[in-house]
């Protein structure tokens, strides 16, 4: 799944079979996301019952989340895109 703009929800019955790629806009969790949750632009909020089954990788932009929230995998923060040299 590929978010670049708007507010997207996952509510605490929703299940995303594969990894989700944050580029703008929000991203609200409280469900499952079995892949990655790779946040290179906007804003995730974990809430209590999210669980992400791979790895949470940061970039730019917000990542809060709460207590309760389960990441299955590491947590990666610094996360930069590639930059093609001409």
Request: net charge negative; charged share 15%.
């Given at each position: 799944m590929l978010i670049r703009a708007g507010n997207v929800v996952l509510h605490?019955?929703?299940q995303v079979g594969g990894s989700v790629y944050v580029?703008?806009?929000a991203?609200?969790?409280?469900g499952l996301?079995?892949?990655?949750?790779?946040?290179?632009d906007g804003r995730v909020t974990?809430?209590?019952t999210a669980r992400i089954g791979g790895d949470l990788r940061?970039?730019?932009?917000?990542?809060?989340?709460?207590?309760?929230?389960l990441v299955e995998g590491?947590?990666?923060?610094?996360?930069?895109?590639?930059v093609e040299q001409a």
């Open positions: 605490t019955d929703a580029l703008g806009g991203l609200d969790v409280d996301i079995m892949g990655d949750l790779v946040v290179l974990l809430g209590p940061i970039g730019n932009g917000t990542t809060r989340g709460s207590e309760l929230a590491s947590i990666i923060s610094g996360l930069t895109l590639p």
